[in-house]
């Protein structure tokens, strides 16, 4: 009895850690004023613990970032042709 209740604690801890490091999903698609899409941009997104991730986006002008740690993001965004 006593080594299935140690064995349940440490599972439950366990169980409790893995949930508690998954990040945040980020994802969205490109398009300009015409609703045409984006092919090929670059997309980099940083967040307020340093972190920082690029890349480009795909056919359809959709980028999807996965397990995003941190509170505050910001999405610096080029592309070919356009110009701020």
Not at 29 to 36: E, P, R, Y
Not at 44 to 67: C, E, H, M, Y
């Amino acid at each position: 009895m006593k080594y299935i209740f140690i064995t349940l604690i440490l599972t439950l801890l366990f169980v409790g850690k893995s949930n508690a490091q998954t990040g945040r999903g980020v994802s969205g698609q490109l398009i300009d004023s015409t609703k045409q899409s984006l092919p090929g941009s670059t997309v980099k997104l940083t967040t307020d613990l340093g972190d920082s991730t690029t890349l480009a986006t795909d056919i359809d002008g959709k980028f999807s970032f996965s397990n995003i740690k941190g509170s505050k993001i910001t999405l610096y965004i080029s592309s070919f042709g356009f110009r701020v």
